[in-house]
């Protein structure tokens, strides 16, 4: 196995709380770079939080202050936690990640990176 695979997904209120999680098929400190993004229905796919290997984060105008991504250097799972939800945050979220690339500050992935399958947070009204 290669790719990451995500859980956590679920049905949430606005205004409530979802973590996800993603384990990596290799310890963390293999990856450089590691990410979360969201898709909403009928729409492409759009950078919510990275990760790199020596402790950098980014994360998207609209979720900061609302939004922890936290991973370790071992086999622990890469974690999104989400507070305060809104229905436009609807989506598959993904997991992503990569050997040496560098596109955590940007949130464009590029090069050689891998991803999961996707897991489904509705948020409603």
């Known amino acids: 196995q290669i790719h990451p695979v995500e859980s956590g997904g679920g049905s949430v209120e606005a205004g409530g709380s979802l973590r996800l999680s993603c384990k990596m098929p290799?310890?963390?400190?293999?990856?450089?770079?590691m990410g979360w993004f969201r898709q909403p229905p009928r729409n492409p796919r759009e950078g919510v939080a990275s990760?790199?290997?020596?402790?950098?984060?980014t994360y998207a105008e609209s979720v900061k202050g609302r939004c922890t991504i936290s991973r370790d250097n071992g086999e622990n799972p890469l974690y999104l936690q989400k507070n305060r939800l809104k229905p436009e945050e609807t989506g598959m979220y993904y997991c992503?990640?990569?050997?040496?690339?560098?596109?955590?500050?940007?949130?464009?992935?590029?090069?050689?990176?891998?991803w999961g399958k996707g897991t489904l947070v509705t948020v409603s009204s």
């Open positions: 990760s790199n290997r020596d402790g950098g984060t």
């Open positions: 290799k310890p963390n400190t293999n990856y450089n770079c």
């Open positions: 992503a990640a990569a050997y040496s690339e560098t596109w955590c500050p940007t949130l464009r992935p590029f090069g050689t990176t891998y």
